[in-house]
């Protein structure tokens, strides 16, 4: 068995660092299969910038690095619609 060389950029991670973003990025399909019911995840349409952040937080990147992925602009407008759709559901 031949294991396939890590992608360009991925070689400072260690195996486990790799398996656990791998089993994070598995699980956030599921999820998205479970919430399509089946259907094809090709024909979803969701927002990108909402996309990112879930990976970022999912992976657990630290500030630093969630800065890098998403860029201030992404970061401020992401955390201003979770601000709103937080206080939407608050009880009044």
């Known amino acids: 068995m031949t294991l396939q060389p890590p992608l360009e950029g991925f070689a400072d991670f260690s195996i486990r660092e790799r398996t656990r973003m791998v089993l994070a990025l598995a699980t956030l399909r599921e999820e998205w299969q479970e ?3 089946g259907g094809s995840l090709l ?3 969701t927002p ?3 996309l990112f952040a879930v990976i970022v937080e999912r ?3 630290t500030s630093q690095e969630r800065h ?3 860029g201030g602009r992404l970061i ?3 955390d201003a619609f ?3 759709r937080a206080s939407r559901k ?3």
């Open 35 to 37: 919430v399509v019911n």
């Open 43 to 45: 024909k979803v349409e």
């Open 48 to 50: 990108v910038g909402l």
């Open 59 to 61: 992976l657990g990147l």
């Open 68 to 70: 890098v992925v998403l």
């Open 76 to 78: 401020n407008e992401v």
């Open 82 to 84: 979770l601000e709103a």
């Open 90 to 92: 608050l009880p009044h």
